[in-house]
């Protein structure tokens, strides 16, 4: 398959205005109103979108990406009239944080309407709907017409596409055309919170906090599989996910990662064996604090660094973590080492995608 490129410029003459973008995403459009895939950019990280009513569409959806059935689809909408199409019942909880966080990263998990195919849902009776921020997103959804159901742009497993040339790497010659803006702000995918129960809970942390949910809803707690970190098959065959990320193994790149705290970097390196051992291309991911503690015979030793930004800037370091992962299988990396950093605001989805990296390698 021949796969068009469409290049946005986030800064055009005359601004970045809806009518621009209109213009150059009428070939995209027209794609997702024939049912096909297509590729476009969001704040979070690059989405694969097809129209969220169109069966086929969505089934091709997990053939280009070589995503497993039962795990759900988040369906984006460019306005609050298109909910009441997708879910049976929006609460008073879905209200308050429709009104503080959309259009934003943050997708809600509500009873779905019998307008949403089972494909979309995954098999539930629940839909997870997002309105996202980004200009060329909300603009696509308009000019095709309908909600669009959209995860990650990268194939199964891999890391997040967070750059147009990443998707570009992952998905040409698989979907007949790719929307590249550049880099996504958040770098992280949407935070998934379910409001079917008395108790909202995060299912997906991500780039909406569990501090800033609280503070507009109160008690919000996180679900526990947020916490297990998956096999290499993906867990359990009877765990039924609700959410994007919680059974399979996700964001890993090609190599071994250990996951390092400030400090302690040496330390792991001895226990995991890896001085003198030239047979293997080692790689550190880091922070700011710690680059610059690191000693010269030590980077020496290594065939790869990447500095994710300050320990005390976590936004910084998640939107830099994805395309870090994605430098380490370029530089055909074995064994990285991540620093990890303070699971508390946006530091808890970073944790959680590291984590999911590193599968049972988690150190």
């Known amino acids: 398959m021949k796969t068009e490129r469409i290049i946005i410029n986030p800064n055009p003459i005359g601004g970045l205005t ?3 973008l209109m213009e150059h995403l009428e070939s995209a459009a027209e794609y997702i109103k024939n049912g096909e895939v297509v590729a476009f950019p969001t704040e979070t990280v690059y989405g694969l979108g097809a129209d969220a009513y169109n069966v086929e569409a969505c089934k091709n959806i997990f053939k280009v990406k070589g995503r497993p059935s039962d795990n759900p689809l988040i369906v984006h909408i460019a306005s609050r009239e298109e909910v009441n199409l997708l879910t049976s019942l929006w609460t ?18 509500l009873p779905k309407s019998d307008k949403v195919p089972r494909e979309v849902s995954g ?35 891999k890391p997040s596409p967070t750059e ?3 998707v570009w790497r992952d998905l040409a010659g ?63 065959d009877t765990f039924i996910p609700k959410s994007p990320g919680m059974k399979y193994r996700h964001y890993a790149p090609e190599g071994q990662i250990f996951i390092f ?7 792991e390196m001895v226990s995991q064996n890896i001085y003198g051992d030239v047979a293997r291309r080692i790689a550190v991911l880091c922070t700011n ?14 065939d790869y660094l990447y500095v994710l930004g300050s320990g005390e800037r976590p936004r910084e370091v998640a939107a830099n973590l994805f395309e870090a992962l994605r430098l380490c299988d370029e530089n055909k990396i074995d064994i990285i ?12 989805a970073v944790m959680n995608r590291l984590k999911k990296a590193a599968g049972k390698n988690k150190a």
């Open 164 to 166: 147009g040339e990443h």
């Open 18 to 20: 809806e009518e621009y």
């Open 289 to 302: 604090e710690t680059e610059k503690k690191m000693n010269e015979e030590l980077k020496n030793r290594l």
């Open 92 to 109: 008073e909880k879905a209200e308050i944080c429709a009104n503080n966080f959309w259009p934003g990263p943050l997708t809600l998990i």
């Open 337 to 348: 080492f991540a620093e990890g950093i303070d699971e508390r605001g946006i530091g808890l």
């Open 174 to 236: 698989r979907v007949p055309l790719i929307i590249d803006m550049g880099k996504c702000d958040i770098g992280l995918e949407s935070t998934v919170l379910d409001l079917t129960g008395k108790i909202p809970i995060i299912l997906r942390p991500g780039g909406i906090t569990k501090e800033e949910l609280e503070a507009v809803l109160g008690n919000v707690e996180l679900d526990k599989a947020i916490g297990i970190v998956n096999t290499e098959n993906g867990g359990t």
């Open 123 to 157: 098999g539930l009776e629940t839909v997870a709907i997002r309105m996202p921020s980004h200009p060329v997103a909300v603009a696509l959804i308009k000019k095709a017409g309908c909600p669009i159901a959209a995860p990650s742009a990268n194939l199964s497993g």
């Open 261 to 267: 705290s400030r400090g302690k970097l040496e330390e």
